[in-house]
């Protein structure tokens, strides 16, 4: 192809609106350009990578035995109704109504429309396991799109729907699932982990998400430096610290202090000089309906997700002031858990606290010298906090590293949750009727494009891994002389019938302006074709990721850029 | 791939909503499944077919030189409202609010938003022509969807945009996509006829359909039987009858005959037994709010598009009751051109009609012996009626044959209609601001796989060309005996091996289900081996469109087969 006849509008300066890496060099580099709040369009070459990225992942599913289809993106409301999440989507879920007033929404994930599909084509277990999938523009309302093609409104996405028979075909369905994405996520050159996730809102039992590790990640996950543990810091484990020995020898009476205005772990810390992992903080939640007090360590954070799953409800909210007020009898910042009025949960670190310092309940007091056992003891003790680096791994005692990560996929075991509520069943062997077994699986194609850059870029643009790029082979000309032009027409026509996806740039420009725009679009191989090397019978061969460039004969440089190119695709 | 790793729900009966064979065949097939009116669901079959027919489509665009990109579905309002198009496209323009309020609709069509891209990206003349095309669902709430993939609200659509310094190089862009056209068209096994149409409502000059022909087409055009003139009856010319000597010797004198409660043609054509073709077809209609006198030939009928034309206005509306009397002094069904207040304008053909019986303004009453310069002369003389089979070709003198056809294609030069409103101008060479000529091309990727079955089928069952076939060859094993077995192995996999896209028919079903679904889904060749040829070294080839199957070798079955194919293919 060449480059005069590809609208590739590069630009100096990315729009103020953009902030990560992704979103500046896609734009800079005339791959998309905004439309809406979190809508874009593809220009030549971003839709060339999102194809690309698109058919490594169709290619992955076809070899995993699932089947592609294609759904709706405008779906009637009777389905969703049917499964409540016509309501309990909320905003996310795009409603509106048609001409005739009939009630509809952009699919923002088909579960609904792939169990109808089932309910009325899967008769028997002889039909199973069967999978499903699409790869399909979706539209989800986010309250804060951001960060261009990371978190967009409109996205192009591949959901996969496993139909088995029961739990166990279905759990050998998400394995090949599993399998297919570690290919596809390896195959786009991304440095991803598989990351244990909470399932909770999808209903399901078992699920997985993919990982792509970035700085600019949403999603914090911790990963053990020794086994292949991974989890969302949402729902990672934590081993309690090992238990210490509590005596009355080394107890201090408990004493009240007072300190005034001091209401914040750090400013208590400060004022009586203790350690945060001395201090017990103690926050008041709203559980369905009725306050509770959570106490971790002063140097750890309430994880809200498992604090609701240790008290059995599915959220929980901070209390206001003037329900702290209420429960506890003192101000935000003097809450404890000695003599405290409501139920007390307490992380197991606490256990190891020794003369610890927290709340008197008081205005502008707190205790010292605080025992479990012997001052209080908590209603209920739970893994409440956070994981985070440093802590050790509850499955082989390492250490956790923490990450940030891009959420590039997720697997869910869904089990009966939607074929019960939809009537979707099948006959067994025997003839009875049971409900089908389904899971779901997802990748965000678009954002896997944005992630692909979050991770292969430098200060002067994209570093696209060969097989995402929108070209293999870039080839630049520096000048239209006879013997130049004799050379590059060699080199780009040798490419071609090499079957090496290569672009030419034929634009009458300066040398330094091609050279910006090469390093901006991320070519992975440049061959460069100048004078002064020319009259040595040389061309400069130019990885993207390398410095320097190697000086190659006229007469090898087909040969030797489509043998890397080879040898990288097949990486 | 085999049969029983894909979901192919064939039944017997459609349901009863279905009317054309497309649709009847798409749904018993197990190609498509509705979701809700005009929605569908594609499985895995019709998926792969809609696949080759958009492949087709980008081969074919990619040829022409233009660029593929994707702009989204969801689209803000503010463009459509620079445009006017945000009101002027009425209820098919689906509309909806987002979270935060703002105004957004469904994309019927990318006018807007494309012109959005060129004015940013074009700023010279250097950069054009430039031609990009994307190939996306669309959505129009269309009033009554209908036939399937025929007529659909949700559906696949290839849209292109030309962009032109001017109006000379505008027409060359129309041209090349007016042969890529052909090209696809071709391609896809369709019989299509070029035909010159109506582009008021796109704001265009120069305009053609790609018509499909079809009994159950919704349009209806006329083409002549010698030369390459073909065009929609709403605007096909007609040539006027050639003019007859109208002198006093062959006047019969005006007279006023009595005709009570008889108004239609067919009913004073009775009476009075004077034929259709002699009598003058009076009607009001009423133009920008004023009432006028339409005058065809009894056996004719008043083309309104024409007759807006004629008049100079967008649209006109047969007049009521009320306002007929109101104009003419007499009910519906005696007005005529004779005395009348109003502008009369009469169609070309109504010079040559000699001694006409027309209304006579008047109740109850008819005037016989009308003749056109002695009784009357209208206002306007204009080409008024609509074509039909057997009217003179005004391009060779050749006869039209009528024809209806599925629209296909639709190919617009748009000139400045959308890049005026939007701002959207280059600098020519001299450095001057001038605004970007347009055309759009557009392609229903989803009707024409229901066309080509509307074209390829039978009473058994779908017979797709081999280029968008789901699968190449169908191999029929009729037994799972050892040597069968091994024959079919030997046969499929050779077939695979050649690069045939062959379906295995692995189920354990009788010979009669197997050869009732082979039929149904139309792959153009079976390979069928069955025991008793066998034991002849033989297997049966079965085209789809022949009624005879040919003993083949098995040794050389492979060779035949994929022989047949790769002509068939290039086709």
Redesign the interface.
């Known amino acids: 192809m060449r480059y005069r006849?590809?609208?590739i509008?590069t630009v100096k300066e990315a729009p103020s609106e953009s902030s990560t890496p992704s979103h500046v060099l896609l734009l800079r580099g005339g791959f998309i350009?905004r439309?809406?709040?979190g809508?874009?369009?593809?220009?030549?070459l971003?839709?060339r990578v999102?194809q690309r990225v698109a058919n490594i992942v169709r290619a992955e599913m076809n070899r995993a035995?699932a089947?592609?289809?294609?759904?709706?993106?405008?779906?009637?409301a009777e389905t969703f109704k049917e499964t409540g999440r016509w309501e309990t989507f909320g905003?996310v879920l795009?409603?509106?109504k048609?001409?005739k007033g009939?009630d509809?929404c952009?699919g923002p994930t088909h579960e609904e429309?792939v169990t109808?599909?089932a309910r009325?084509?899967i008769r028997s277990y002889r039909?199973m396991p069967?999978n499903?999938y699409q790869i399909?523009?979706k539209?989800r309302?986010e309250?804060r799109p951001r960060a261009g093609l990371l978190r967009g409104?409109?996205f192009l996405m591949k959901d996969a729907y496993s139909f088995d028979v029961d739990e166990k075909s279905a759990l050998l369905s998400y394995e090949k699932m599993r399998e297919a994405y570690k290919r596809i996520f390896a195959r786009c050159g991304l440095d991803f982990r598989i990351v244990a996730a909470d399932s909770g809102a999808m209903g399901g039992s078992t699920s997985a998400e993919f990982q792509i590790l970035a700085q600019t990640g949403e999603d914090a996950f911790v990963a053990c430096d020794r086994c292949d543990y991974a989890a969302n810091v949402e729902v990672a484990a934590v081993e309690a610290a090992p238990e210490i020995e509590q005596t009355a020898a080394t107890h201090r009476p408990m004493e009240k202090v007072a300190t005034p205005g001091k209401r914040t772990i750090e400013e208590v810390s400060a004022l009586l000089k203790v350690a945060p992992a001395d201090m017990l903080k103690s926050l008041v939640y709203l559980a369905a309906g009725k306050a509770v007090m959570a106490v971790v360590r002063g140097d750890h954070e309430v994880n809200e997700i498992k604090l609701a799953r240790a008290l059995g409800v599915p959220e929980v909210f901070l209390a206001g002031d003037a329900e702290v007020e209420r429960a506890t009898g003192a101000p935000v910042g003097f809450a404890g858990p000695v003599g405290a009025k409501i139920e007390v949960v307490a992380d197991l670190s606490v256990r190891a606290v020794r003369n610890g310092v927290t709340g008197a309940n008081e205005r502008d007091a707190h205790l010292v010298g605080v025992n479990v056992g012997r001052d209080f003891e908590p209603a209920r003790w739970a893994d409440l906090r956070s994981a985070s680096k440093g802590d050790r791994c509850v499955k082989c005692g390492g250490t956790y590293e923490s990450y940030r990560g891009i959420e590039g996929g997720h697997i869910f075991v869904l089990g009966t949750h939607y074929t019960e509520k939809m009537g979707a069943s099948y006959a067994d062997e025997s003839g009875a009727l049971r409900p089908i077994v389904m899971g779901c699986y997802g990748i965000g194609v678009s954002r896997l494009v944005a992630a692909t850059v979050e991770q292969h870029h430098d200060a002067d643009g994209i570093r696209w891994p060969v097989p995402v790029a929108p070209f293999e082979v870039l080839v630049t000309p520096l000048g239209t002389e006879p013997d130049l032009a004799a050379a590059t027409d060699l080199i780009y026509s040798g490419l071609l019938a090499e079957g090496i996806d290569t672009l030419l740039d034929d634009r009458e420009e300066r040398p330094g302006v091609k050279f910006k725009d090469a390093d901006l679009l991320g070519i992975p191989v440049r061959v460069t074709i100048g004078k002064k090397a020319l009259a040595d019978g040389k061309v400069e061969m130019k990885l993207r990721t390398e410095k320097a460039a190697t000086p190659v004969p006229v007469t090898e440089a087909v040969a030797r850029v489509a043998a890397w190119v080879k040898e990288a695709r097949a990486r």
């Open positions: 006849n590809l609208l509008p350009r439309v809406g709040a809508i874009y369009n593809y220009l030549p971003g839709l999102l035995g089947q592609e289809i294609l759904m709706p993106g405008v779906l009637p905003d795009l409603r509106f048609d001409r009939g509809y952009l429309i109808d599909i009325h084509e039909q069967l499903l399909q523009s539209f309302d309250p409104r409109e």
